[in-house]
Structures are given as structure tokens and as C-alpha cells.
């Protein structure tokens, strides 16, 4: 039988499916012009894409004012997600620079839609990801544009020190009791009666901690609004700004591809100018104000190094996430929140935890008849103090043991040899008295 065949043809003709194009832009300042150009962007892409037939519209993401890092871009890890979820096929971008100025970043990136196979083109470099040189050539210019940001870099770095040299203020962009734009700086008024306040305070013998409270209560927000606590306040009486003055390069960027500011501890030379804006606290305040933070300091300083204790740094409040502090009150020992201690009960109201009760109380924790120190910090981790006379005792080994504890009657604790040290000080209190 002979063999027939036929030819059937498709009623309909198949029509190619369209790429779906999405573009990406970036400009590296925040500044009108560059903005500007950005949306200028956005409409060249928008009109480039939906005038070629054969092209899918998939949106234009752009990034604002962010470096070439690609962690830090919202929408370019964005275009990223879309591209893994099967919704782009190409990626239009101006050039390398814009894409990616970190080489091992670009290469990782690319490598990565090329297994979802996602084309990228790059304009000004005429360069698609998916050609057979494409790898190749976008190493190399790459490595060209890696090398131009950190140039880059450099000479604004080197144009920024020659301005601190000359006394310059620079990217100062916020100060309480100042009011800054475009490198203006003015008093603001009520601000400024508060940091007045704070160095009248301070110098009459208020610490840092009671004159948070006392801002606390009266409603003051910080320049970023946030609540004040006794590191603010003390910035606040550092700040040689205060004064009329400043102390320039106190940060420096080291590295171009990250921009992270770090402290300057000797690295870089340092640059002290005076009367470089207006003063808020003339400087015979300042300087007594820093005499008193000294001797404060140095003071502080010897007691936290005589006044290291076994439970330093272990016990956690179950409610705010600070850490105890040591108290002593009249010869009473206890343990209490730092949050409680700096601002009071109103920030954190916590129980205080008697020293004699942390210590039978980790003795049992640990299953032994006597308090032992090594034993203590070689086994246990941190201390959680939940609330309602709870300790949880975290060990190293991931066990946790909570353990309630009690504190004892007044009439218990109050025995011969506290009633006459309370004789004691109420005797000295009334001699002192007289003689006033």
C-alpha cells in the first residue's frame, strides 16, 4: 500500500511573541539638575520601548540619588525580583556606570539573568549580556568604569580636604539650635534656649541622664525627633559647634564603593576653625562645661574599672532590652534597668532586683551549694528579666531555666545591725543640720 502524506497547515498564523523590555536609570545625586535628568530618562526609555512593534512595555526603574552599589538601590533589586519572577526578557540601560560600577557585582548580576536568560543591552557601549563576546568586553569596560568612580571619588575626597584646610564648613546637614540649607547656617531660636538650657544645666550640676528626663517631660524632640537620653545630651555638650567653632574631618569615606563614613582616629589630619558660624554658648561656658564633662568622665572611668561585677552586662530587661545596672543605696545592693535609672518609671517601670537575690537565685540556676563566679560566666549566657519577680537564666549550651524569686519581709531584713547604721545616719544627718 503506498504511504500518503499530507501537509496540514495551521488555519491561523502564529504570531512571535513580543519581548518584554524594561529599562533601568540612575542618577548619583539628589540635586534639581540631575533629578531632571532622571525623568528625562524615564520618557526617552517609556517612548524608546512602545515605538518598536516587536516590544512589550515592562516599565522604566529608576533609582534616585543612590551610588552604584547594588544592594543599596530599592528599585533595582525591584527589576531584579521582576526578572526572576518571569516578567522581563530584556533590560535596556544608558551604560555600564549606570548599571553597576563594582565589576564582581555587574558580573554576578549578569550571570545571573543570563541563567534566566535575560538579555541585558547596554546603550553606549552597543553591548548585549547574551552575545558570545558580550562577558568579555563588559569585564574589561567594567573593570574601566570601577576604576573611573574610584578616580572620581578621589578628587572629590581631595577637593573636600583642601576646603577643610581652608576652615570651610562641609556637608553639615543638621544641628540642633541651627538651621542649615545650602551650607547657611542660622540660630533657631527656641532651640537654642534649650541648648543653653542644657549647658546652664549641666554646669550647675544636673547629669546627662536627669537633663534627658527633664527635656523628656517637656516634650522636646531631638533634631531627628526622637527622645532624648544621656549619649544626646552629652553630644550636645561636646559639640565645639555649640561655641562658634568646629572641628573638621572628625569622619572620612574609605571606601569609594561603599561611601561609609568611619571615624577619623588619626588616620587623616583634623582641622579646628574658629568662629566658622554663629555661637550659641559663649566660650567661657563652653570650656567650663568641658572641664566638668572631663573630671566627670575621669571620675566614671575609675569606677567602672573598680566596679567590674560578675553580673555586669548579663541581666537584659524582659521590657525595653537594656541592660542592669549596679545600684547602691545606703549600703542596699540591687540591680536595676538602665532605662529606669536614666529616665525613670514612666520609660520603663521594671522591678529593682536585690544583689542577694541574683546570687542564691544563680546558684540554683547552676545546681551548686555556693556562689562561683568562673562557674557563672563560663556557663551562663545572659539573664532575662521578664517581669513579675522572673529570672530566665539563658545558658551557653541553649538551655534555659527560669527561676522566681522572692524579696524578704522588712521585718525580716531590718535586724540589730541595720537599725543602728539607720541611727547611725540619721544622728550624722541631724549634726550636719546644726552646724549649717
Not at 562658634?244 to 563614613?261: I, P
Not at 559663649?282 to 575621669?298: G, M, N, P, S, Y
Given at each position: 500500500m503506498e504511504r500518503v502524506i499530507r501537509k496540514i497547515s495551521p488555519l491561523t498564523p502564529v504570531l512571535p511573541k513580543k519581548k518584554r523590555v524594561a529599562a533601568y536609570a540612575r542618577v548619583s545625586s539628589g540635586k534639581d539638575a540631575m533629578l531632571h535628568s532622571l525623568s528625562a530618562q524615564i520618557s526617552y526609555y517609556s517612548d524608546y520601548i512602545q515605538k518598536h512593534c516587536e516590544w512589550q512595555f515592562a516599565g522604566v526603574y529608576a533609582d534616585e540619588a543612590l551610588t552604584g552599589t547594588k544592594d543599596s538601590r530599592a528599585e533595582f533589586q525591584r527589576m531584579l525580583s521582576d526578572c526572576r519572577a518571569g516578567l522581563i526578557d530584556i533590560v535596556i540601560t544608558k551604560s555600564i556606570s549606570r548599571f553597576a560600577r563594582n565589576t564582581v557585582t555587574m558580573l554576578e548580576t549578569l550571570r545571573e539573568l543570563k541563567l534566566m536568560n535575560v538579555d541585558v543591552f547596554f546603550e553606549k557601549e552597543n553591548i548585549h549580556s547574551m552575545s558570545g563576546d558580550g562577558e568579555l568586553m563588559l569585564t574589561i569596560l567594567a573593570s574601566f568604569a570601577q576604576e573611573e568612580s574610584r578616580s572620581v571619588s578621589e578628587n572629590v575626597k581631595w577637593r573636600i580636604r583642601k576646603r577643610f584646610q581652608n576652615g570651610e564648613l562641609v556637608n553639615l546637614r543638621f544641628a540642633f539650635g541651627y538651621r542649615i540649607e545650602k551650607n547657611k547656617i542660622e540660630t533657631d531660636p527656641a532651640q537654642a534656649e534649650i541648648v543653653r538650657m542644657i549647658f546652664a544645666d549641666y554646669i550647675s550640676g544636673s547629669g546627662c541622664g536627669t537633663i534627658a528626663n527633664k527635656l523628656n517631660q517637656m516634650g522636646v524632640r531631638t533634631v531627628r525627633n526622637?527622645?532624648?537620653?544621656?549619649?544626646?545630651?552629652?553630644?550636645?555638650?561636646?559639640?565645639?559647634?555649640?561655641?562658634?567653632?568646629?572641628?573638621?574631618?572628625?569622619?572620612?569615606?574609605?571606601?569609594?564603593?561603599?561611601?561609609?563614613?568611619?571615624?577619623?582616629?588619626?588616620?587623616?589630619?583634623?582641622?579646628?576653625?574658629?568662629?566658622?558660624?554663629?555661637?550659641?554658648?559663649?566660650?567661657?561656658?563652653?570650656?567650663?562645661?568641658?572641664?566638668?564633662?572631663?573630671?566627670?568622665?575621669?571620675?566614671?572611668?575609675?569606677?567602672?574599672?573598680?566596679?567590674?561585677?560578675?553580673?555586669?552586662?548579663?541581666?537584659?530587661?524582659?521590657?525595653?532590652g537594656k541592660k542592669y545596672k549596679r545600684k547602691t543605696d545606703h549600703g542596699r545592693i540591687s540591680w536595676n534597668c538602665s532605662t529606669y535609672l536614666e529616665r525613670g518609671r514612666a520609660a520603663c517601670h521594671t522591678r529593682q532586683i536585690p544583689e542577694a537575690v541574683l546570687i542564691s537565685s544563680t546558684t540554683e540556676a547552676l545546681g551548686i551549694t555556693g556562689f562561683d563566679e568562673m562557674a557563672f560566666d563560663r556557663q551562663i549566657k545572659d539573664i532575662y528579666a521578664p517581669g513579675s519577680n522572673l529570672l530566665v537564666f539563658v545558658f551557653y549550651d541553649g538551655r534555659a531555666v527560669q527561676k522566681e524569686w522572692q524579696n524578704k519581709p522588712r521585718s525580716e531584713s531590718w535586724n540589730g545591725e541595720a537599725r543602728q547604721l539607720a541611727r547611725e545616719r540619721q544622728l550624722k544627718h541631724i549634726g550636719r543640720r546644726k552646724g549649717e
Open positions: 526622637n527622645t532624648w537620653n544621656d549619649k544626646r545630651v552629652a553630644d550636645i555638650i561636646k559639640n565645639e559647634k555649640y561655641a562658634g567653632n568646629a572641628l573638621l574631618q572628625k569622619k572620612y569615606v574609605a571606601d569609594h564603593m561603599t561611601k561609609a563614613l568611619v571615624m577619623n582616629k588619626g588616620v587623616l589630619p583634623k582641622y579646628y576653625a574658629e568662629n566658622t558660624h554663629p555661637p550659641i554658648v559663649d566660650a567661657a561656658t563652653f570650656q567650663r562645661a568641658q572641664v566638668i564633662l572631663a573630671e566627670r568622665t575621669q571620675r566614671n572611668a575609675g569606677k567602672k574599672e573598680a566596679g567590674h561585677y560578675p553580673f555586669t552586662g548579663k541581666i537584659i530587661c524582659g521590657k525595653c
